[in-house]
């Protein structure tokens, strides 16, 4: 297939020249306008769909997911801090007094050091809008670039693959506060430096405009003859080591779970496509494998600490907390159009576990777009090995049993091979369908620049299919709703004067994994202040196993009764002496009740009764204790 675009992207080109003879930086601008133009277009399409956030980020919340909004801007108030001085793997600052380890939670660190001017100077919930809308429309540019640059395509076809790999169903699903699924930045960057390991190993192979390395093909795609080249690269082959050493590092502290998606997509890819190409894999085994042990090693030298921490160190885990049976893909999802594309059922949600994990809603339209193309780029080995791998992806999917309308059919699911095997079983089995909208965008980006080439029909049929597949997908913005007013305590900074900066504030009624809200004032304070439990995962399961949140102190448990059921207790000098002690064990000494809390006065006769007469602080009752 031929192609427009330079087969070897690092092959330096002539300078460019002026009209009249010249050189200049004109025309490579003016070269790069229709780039930036299609960039453009996708920030403007992240900020519509994420334009309920704005004007007025601190006032809105997401309506589909709140809780994870909460949990992610509270992580990019503690990551900011950094520009502070506080920079560590895990932080006092929630769970007082056992605090939580950072890298046992999707703490998206790496984002929240980029992001902490903003933060610092505008607060978290700015912040996480900015991320929300970057996170689909850099996802779409970086892709976009690897279609071009380095798969060789024209500017079309790697529009729609691009589109689709940034705001596809999935995607805009896990946008619903899913920071650590949805900025996939570097995805495209990592497979650029495996392939460009892969062309190190063994240059000198005649390639087509899909980048990789293939056998001389003639225009109708039939296989030719394999020219003989050098050994390998081996400057370009470490650098290129070195290059994705990097990019998996930033990585882990964005998103494991993506790197290890990617990773198991790459292995299964580059299987396939060695399988059909055998002289090459022949050939490029050896060095190719020798880079990727390189930056493997590069990689661990920084990584072997925040992954002991991770795993050994204090409130690690090595488990996943999540049932891979009840996080398992419906196989009849995959027919069905996702809830929050244009003109789609809302009752299609019923077959997932909730509105951030659509991830296997392609819709019939895209399906069939996707086995037509497959099937006409049947001798492609790179549109090969991306169907099969994503047959085996969307498997993997469904879990250790498959599901089909509602119900559970008995039949095991390839999955079940993985269940229970360490770190594996941390990726939800669900998300295993993310990756099959990058492969079958590449598939489309294959076959539509394949169709320029072809005859009259093709030409002109396979860009209105496209446009019309990619319609169906269409997202709609992402529901947003108002959120509750800080109290004026906080906002005004009057919580100095009861915690202290860096003190404990002990809120009632306490943040668990379920109602989270009170860790807002810890995030409007910039993480100023600590607080008792709350929503994380930690290792206070059984036999030190992965938990969402911890156990309630006796306090905590009463005040939270007091909250449900509106009912003051009987208070006697047993339970006033369990209350001293929790502040004793949280290591504070304010506690803050807000006067529009729901069941606000009862829960203040309780306190009362617990810890002496109230004291008011503008919107708020206040106990502290010396």
């Given at each position: 297939m031929n192609s427009t675009a330079p087969a070897d992207p690092d092959t330096d080109s002539p300078p460019d020249a002026t009209p009249g003879g010249g050189h200049g930086r004109f025309p490579r601008l003016r070269r790069l306008r229709p780039d930036l133009a299609v960039c453009l277009a996708f920030l403007l399409l992240g900020a519509y769909l994420t334009h309920g956030l704005w004007p007025a980020p601190g006032e809105r919340v997401l309506a589909l997911n709140p809780p994870d909004q909460v949990l992610y801007e509270w992580f990019l108030a503690v990551d900011s801090r950094a520009l502070l001085g506080e920079l560590g793997l895990g932080t006092d600052r929630l769970n007082a007094p056992d605090g939580v380890n950072l890298l046992a939670n999707t703490s998206v660190i790496a984002l929240g050091l980029l992001f902490a001017p903003v933060t610092l100077a505008f607060g978290a919930p700015v912040s996480f809008a900015l991320l929300v809308a970057a996170g689909l429309a850099g996802t779409a540019i970086a892709w976009y670039l690897l279609f071009t640059r380095t798969l060789g395509a024209r500017r079309f076809p790697a529009v729609v693959g691009a589109a689709l790999c940034g705001f596809g169903p999935g995607m805009v699903s896990q946008s619903n506060s899913h920071l650590h699924m949805t900025v996939q930045w570097l995805v495209p960057v990592i497979v650029w430096l495996v392939v460009r390991l892969l062309r190190a190993a063994a240059p000198?192979?005649?390639?087509?405009?899909?980048?990789?390395?293939?056998?001389?093909?003639?225009?109708?795609?039939?296989?030719?003859?394999?020219?003989?080249?050098?050994?390998?690269?081996?400057?370009?082959?470490?650098?290129?080591?070195?290059?994705?050493?990097?990019?998996?590092?930033?990585?882990?502290?964005?998103?494991?779970?993506?790197?290890?998606?990617?990773?198991?997509?790459?292995?299964?890819?580059?299987?396939?496509?060695?399988?059909?190409?055998?002289?090459?894999?022949?050939?490029?085994?050896?060095?190719?494998?020798?880079?990727?042990?390189?930056?493997?090693?590069?990689?661990?030298?920084?990584?072997?600490?925040?992954?002991?921490?991770?795993?050994?160190?204090?409130?690690?885990?090595?488990?996943?907390?999540?049932?891979?049976?009840?996080?398992?893909?419906?196989?009849?999802?995959?027919?069905?159009?996702?809830?929050?594309?244009?003109?789609?059922?809302?009752?299609?949600?019923?077959?997932?576990?909730?509105?951030?994990?659509?991830?296997?809603?392609?819709?019939?339209?895209?399906?069939?777009?996707?086995?037509?193309?497959?099937?006409?780029?049947?001798?492609?080995?790179?549109?090969?090995?991306?169907?099969?791998?994503?047959?085996?992806?969307?498997?993997?999917?469904?879990?250790?049993?498959?599901?089909?309308?509602?119900?559970?059919?008995?039949?095991?699911?390839?999955?079940?091979?993985?269940?229970?095997?360490?770190?594996?079983?941390?990726?939800?089995?669900?998300?295993?369908?993310?990756?099959?909208?990058?492969?079958?965008?590449?598939?489309?980006?294959?076959?539509?620049?394949?169709?320029?080439?072809?005859?009259?029909?093709?030409?002109?049929?396979?860009?209105?299919?496209?446009?019309?597949?990619?319609?169906t997908v269409f997202p709609t913005p992402l529901p947003t709703e108002q959120r509750p007013a800080l109290p004026e305590f906080i906002s005004a900074g009057h919580w100095r004067d009861c915690a202290g900066e860096d003190g404990v504030l002990v809120p009632v009624p306490s943040a668990t994994p379920r109602d989270p809200w009170p860790m807002r004032w810890a995030t409007a304070a910039h993480a100023g202040f600590a607080i008792p439990e709350g929503f994380f995962i930690g290792s206070y399961g059984a036999d030190g196993s992965a938990a969402m949140g911890t156990y309630r102190r006796p306090t905590s448990a009463l005040l939270a009764e007091v909250a449900r059921t509106g009912q003051v207790p009987a208070i006697g000098e047993r339970e006033r002496n369990q209350a001293r002690a929790d502040l004793a064990f949280w290591g504070s000494s304010c506690v803050v009740l807000a006067t529009d809390a729901d069941q606000a006065e009862p829960l203040r006769r309780s306190l009362e009764q617990l810890y002496g007469p109230a004291t008011p602080v503008a919107d708020v009752w206040t106990w502290r204790l010396s």
């Open positions: 000198g192979i005649t390639t087509t405009g899909t980048g990789a390395p293939e056998t001389t093909a003639t225009s109708s795609g039939a296989p030719g003859s394999t020219a003989p080249g050098p050994g390998p690269d081996w400057r370009r082959l470490l650098t290129s080591a070195a290059g994705l050493a990097a990019a998996v590092t930033v990585q882990i502290f964005i998103g494991e779970e993506v790197l290890f998606l990617t990773a198991v997509t790459l292995l299964v890819l580059t299987i396939c496509y060695a399988l059909r190409k055998r002289r090459y894999a022949r050939r490029a085994f050896g060095p190719f494998a020798a880079g990727l042990t390189a930056a493997a090693g590069l990689a661990l030298m920084v990584l072997a600490y925040p992954l002991w921490y991770q795993f050994a160190g204090p409130l690690g885990v090595a488990d996943g907390m999540f049932s891979p049976h009840y996080f398992s893909a419906d196989l009849a999802s995959w027919a069905l159009r996702s809830p929050l594309t244009v003109a789609a059922d809302p009752d299609n949600a019923r077959l997932t576990t909730g509105p951030a994990e659509y991830n296997t809603y392609l819709g019939l339209p895209l399906l069939l777009a996707g086995l037509g193309c497959a099937i006409w780029l049947r001798r492609n080995a790179l549109a090969l090995a991306c169907a099969i791998t994503a047959l085996v992806m969307a498997a993997l999917s469904l879990g250790p049993e498959i599901v089909l309308g509602g119900n559970r059919t008995g039949i095991p699911g390839p999955y079940a091979l993985l269940a229970g095997v360490p770190v594996v079983d941390g990726a939800l089995p669900m998300r295993f369908a993310l990756p099959v909208l990058p492969l079958l965008a590449t598939i489309f980006v294959l076959a539509l620049d394949r169709a320029r080439d072809a005859r009259r029909p093709y030409r002109i049929g396979a860009p209105v299919a496209a446009v019309a597949v990619l319609l």
